[in-house]
């Protein structure tokens, strides 16, 4: 992807912009050297707004390269500030799907763990009990709907922790489909696994307005494309 289509913007003013991530994009550079998401932003604001010289645009949040849905960018300094404040104090509601593997027993369930990040596997471990360097992980899943061989998710988190979602999903049984890594039976061609930002609501940083974005599901993947009609 060499630029941001319009269709992927979710909200817009002159102190944020939100786009719908798709799997794949990365929200900050890695190793691979791939383009990443705020530079395809900060392109397309600059053609809209004919804006010459550099662009300024503020990271807030991060999703996982594979995982999909909202994304928040700063356009000022004083954005950036006060939206890192909002999210550290967690006075944003962030809602989440998750496509898992079998049929969810529970309708709902508040789900505990204590987990530990291992950064050379970039990955996190969730464990029933306090162990040591561990930080306590909790989330509230609801169940949506039941398709043959999966369960549709609503989750909201708690805690904020690294791969939080995917670790402790896995760990009670219900692993997200395609998520290799966390125990998923196979991976999507896409590489993408089925967790979506599903919505985000704020009172805006400079406005004091309240804020709520939802992001649509991945429109050229059937199981959301099932989900969605059904909804």
């Not at 002159?14 to 890695?30: F, R, W």
């Not at 162990?131 to 989330?139: D, I, R, T, W």
């Not at 169940?143 to 939080?164: K, N």
């Amino acid at each position: 992807m060499n630029k941001l289509e319009q269709q992927r913007i979710l909200f817009e003013d002159n102190h944020l912009i939100a786009v719908n991530k798709q799997s794949g994009d990365l929200v900050q550079g890695d190793k691979t050297g791939d383009v990443i998401l705020p530079d395809l932003i900060k392109d397309y604001i600059a053609v809209a707004y004919d804006k010459p010289g550099a662009v300024y645009l503020g990271v807030t949040h991060r999703l996982d390269r594979p995982t999909s849905g909202v994304v928040v960018f700063a356009r000022t300094s004083k954005a950036l500030t006060r939206m890192n404040k909002l999210f550290a104090s967690h006075d944003t509601q962030k809602v989440y799907w998750a496509v898992v593997e079998g049929q969810v027993r529970n309708e709902k369930q508040t789900v505990t763990h204590f987990m530990v990040r291992n950064p050379k596997q970039n990955k996190s471990y969730a464990h029933d009990h306090e162990v040591p360097n561990s930080k306590k992980a909790v989330l509230h899943y609801r169940l949506i709907q039941r398709l043959d061989r999966y369960s549709l998710l609503e989750v909201t988190l708690e805690t904020g922790r690294h791969h939080q979602i995917r670790s402790q999903l896995s760990k009670i049984g219900y692993a997200i489909k395609g998520d290799l890594k966390y125990g998923a039976r196979r991976s999507n061609k896409d590489a993408s696994i089925h967790l979506h930002a599903r919505s985000l609501s704020f009172i805006h940083p400079v406005r004091k307005e309240a804020v709520a974005i939802v992001a649509p599901v991945p429109s050229h993947d059937p199981i959301w494309n099932a989900i969605e009609k059904d909804l």
